[in-house]
C-alpha cells in the first residue's frame, strides 16, 4: 500500500488536472452525441471509426470507443509518459461514461454548416482543455506517435494521414456534402485547440536589459512575488559586461511587469516572447 502511495505522489497527477481532463471528456462526448450524430457528420481518429460502426452497424458509440482505444493504449502505451497514458485512461473512461448516457435532445437544422462549425469550435475547446491538463483522448495521438517512432514522420503530420485515411469512407456513408462538412469541421477544430492552447495557461518570456537591472528586479520581486533569473552577458561591438533579467510570468503578470521596469528605466530593451511549455522540477528555486 505504501508503495502503490508512493508511485502516485512520483505521478503528481493534481486533481486539477483530474478535473480538468474529466471537464474536456463531458464536452467532447456531449458534442459528439448533440451536434455530429444527428446532423450525420462524421469524426477523425478513434472517434471516426466509431461513427463509421454505428452509421453502418448502429454499434453503441460508448462501446466500439471503449474498445478500440483499449486496443491503442495497449499497442502505443510505452510511447508517452506514465502521467499522460492515465490521464488518458481516465479521459477515456469518463468519455464512455457521458457516451453511454441517453441523449435528450436531438437537435435538427436544414443548415448543417451551424453545427459543424459549433461541433468545431466545442470539440477544439474540449480537446484544448485535456491536453492543457497533460491528457489525450488516445486515438490520432497514439497513431502520430507510432507513426513518428517507425518512420520517423512527424506527429501532427501521422495523426492528419490518420485521420484523412478514416474520413474518406465517410463519402459512401453520408455522402459527399457531410464529408466536405466533416473536412470543415476537423479544420475548425484544429484552429480552436491551437488558439485554446495557445491563449489559456500560456506564458510569456519577459527579457530585460538594463543597467539598472538590480533595482527593477528588487522592486518587481517585492510588488510581485515574480522570480527572476539574471543573466551575464557581453556585448559583441563593446565587449562591455551587461546583465539581463529572464522570467516567465502570465500575460495578465507581464501587463504589469512592463509598467514597473519602464518607471524604473524608461530606455530598458524589454524583449515580451511567447512560449508554448514552461515546466520542471522546481520551477520556483530554479528561477
Known sequence: MKSLIKYWQQLNIRATELVGVA?????????????????HLGEGGAMGITALLYYTFQIPSYLSNLIINVILIAVGYRLFEKKTTYLTIWAIAWMTIF???????????HELIVPTLLAGALTGISI?????????????????????????????????????????????????????????????????TNQF????????AVLVVSPKYQQIATTISKQLGQELTIFNGTGFYSSADQHML?????????????????SEDKNALIVVENIRSARGLDMRRIL
Open 197 to 204: 492552447l495557445a491563449n489559456i495557461g500560456a506564458k510569456k
Open 246 to 262: 529572464y522570467m516567465i510570468a502570465s500575460p495578465r503578470r507581464v501587463t504589469k511587469i512592463v509598467p514597473i521596469i519602464e
Open 99 to 109: 457516451l453511454k448516457i441517453p441523449v435528450f435532445y436531438t437537435y435538427h437544422t
Open 23 to 39: 471537464v474536456g471528456a463531458l464536452i467532447y462526448s456531449m458534442t459528439y452525441n448533440y451536434l455530429l450524430l444527428p446532423s
Open 128 to 192: 484544448g482543455l485535456i491536453f492543457r491538463y497533460n491528457g489525450t483522448i488516445a486515438g490520432d495521438s497514439i497513431i502520430g506517435k507510432l507513426l513518428n517512432y517507425f518512420f520517423g514522420m512527424s506527429v501532427g503530420t501521422g495523426s492528419l494521414i490518420f485521420d484523412l485515411f478514416i474520413v474518406i469512407p465517410f463519402i459512401m456513408i453520408i455522402g459527399f456534402t457531410n464529408t466536405v462538412l466533416t473536412i470543415i469541421y476537423l479544420y475548425v477544430y484544429s484552429i480552436f
